[in-house]
């Protein structure tokens, strides 16, 4: 077998042969209720990747605040907001837009805020009507809306995964330890261990690691363990202290000042803030 294939063959393994897996996708006309601070992020879908794509031409400032950045919308341009990223919007006026949430079970997606500080792209002569396509089929349960539905969005988002984006030698030489990282992450993971599955030593995983994906080894284990506390903080009863101990933390006051930190809020206010029912589907 061909190192090329070998090398491709990796790729495809961490890109994933997923599906695209859309839960929301609709045109809307979107006013001052868009612009809440107490944002509900149980109704707004907070752990799906969304794209967003803006078609008026009011002028009006739209932005919507992440864990790392602030993201305007302006029109003309496709974004792309990773999931358990947002932690609040704000709208200045009225603004059109289009919006897909969904998911995709691939590492590609688990590491692209880290190699990647690209969240919108020009959008083309094709943009609007590979939205459409979505809207219309995504709730089909048939092969061709199946197709059309995939195919549309491999093409919204096959800009944002241009190169630069990706460095195939260090997904391919990493792949081992991201896979382990991700099952588990939410146990103690020791740099030794990690660096035991390439047969490197320490110290030159750790610079090697952070080299390839602009994050330390412990601050991407970290952050995962983030995510799926938002996640249990929204779909589960546990307290704060058991979901601590149950990402991986073993110090519940360390959890709470990372998670604050992070989030801008403590985890109580991000379980607990709310809005109307009958807003939960404006994003």
């Known amino acids: 077998m061909s190192e090329k294939f070998m090398n491709e063959n990796s790729i495809d393994n961490i890109i994933g042969q997923h ?19 107490e944002w509900n992020v149980r109704h707004h879908h907070i752990g799906l990747h969304r794209l967003y794509f803006r078609t008026d031409t ?32 704000e709208l200045e006026g009225e603004m059109s837009k289009y919006y897909i949430h ?25 943009t609007e009507a590979l939205f459409q396509t979505v809207i219309q089929n995504y709730t089909r349960n048939s092969p061709d809306a199946f197709m059309r539905v995939q195919g549309a969005m491999s093409l919204l988002l096959s800009s944002f995964f241009a190169e630069p984006f990706i460095d195939r030698k260090n ?14 992450f939410r146990e103690k993971i020791t ?5 035991s599955l390439m047969n490197i030593s320490t110290m030159y995983f750790s610079n090697s690691f952070k080299s390839a994906f602009h994050i330390s080894p412990k601050q991407y284990i970290l952050n995962m363990r983030l995510t799926e506390s ?27 000042e990372f998670f604050a930190a992070k989030m801008g809020m403590s985890a109580l206010k991000f379980r607990n803030r709310d809005l109307p029912r009958s807003m939960e589907s404006l994003l």
């Open 19 to 37: 599906n695209y897996a859309v839960a929301f996708a609709e045109r809307r006309d979107i006013g001052e209720e868009w612009n809440r601070v």
């Open 58 to 89: 009011t002028g009006c400032r739209a932005v919507v605040h992440l864990t790392d950045c602030e993201l305007e919308l302006l029109p003309g341009y496709v974004y792309f907001v990773p999931a358990y990223s947002v932690r609040q919007s």
């Open 102 to 126: 969904f998911q995709a079970d691939s590492l590609i997606f688990d590491l692209y805020r880290y190699l990647s500080g690209k969240y919108s792209v020009p959008a083309d002569h094709m």
């Open 171 to 184: 997904l391919v030489r990493f792949e081992g330890v991201l896979h382990y990282i991700r099952a588990h």
């Open 191 to 195: 740099l030794s261990e990690l660096s």
């Open 230 to 256: 938002q996640r249990l903080l929204l779909q589960t009863d546990l307290s704060v202290k058991e979901i601590a101990y149950a990402v991986g933390f073993d110090n519940e006051n360390y959890f709470s």
